[in-house]
């Protein structure tokens, strides 16, 4: 895991939570522009994007995270150097509990993100 990589994640979503983002959040879509979810956020933050983390249009999907090539879940894994399953873990709509009106909060997502940086701190 790259810890730098997921403080800058943390990072990026207590902007969210804090009403510094540019975007609303919405991790229920992939279809990035007038909201993003967390990944979408990540990716267009400057520092992320001077590692080489971006959005590109994809036919199917919109715009996505891109990095080294790879659309979707997979560049977020590789940016942030943890497996498939942990990327799906965090950026996956459908691994998350949802609020009464359908939402997931970005509260939960930056919760999750603690945790995993909380269990590979020495």
């Not at 879509?29 to 994007?49: E, F, K, Q």
């Not at 498939?84 to 993100?113: C, H, M, W």
Request: glycine share 10%; hydrophobic share 35%; charged share 25%.
């Amino acid at each position: 895991m790259n810890l730098s990589r997921m403080r800058l994640l943390d990072d990026v979503l207590t902007d969210v939570i804090e009403g510094r983002a540019k975007l609303g959040f919405d991790m229920g879509t992939w279809h990035c522009g007038t909201t993003a979810c967390a990944g979408g956020h990540l990716a267009l933050d400057p520092r992320a994007n001077a590692e080489g983390l971006s959005l590109t249009s994809h036919l199917d999907w919109g715009l996505v995270p891109t990095f080294d090539g790879a659309h979707g879940y997979s560049p977020l894994a590789v940016f942030l150097e943890i497996t498939t399953n942990q990327s799906e873990r965090l950026f996956s709509s459908y691994n998350y509990r949802r609020r009464k009106d359908g939402s997931i909060s970005p509260q939960a997502v930056r919760r999750r993100v603690r945790a995993m940086i909380k269990r590979a701190t020495p």
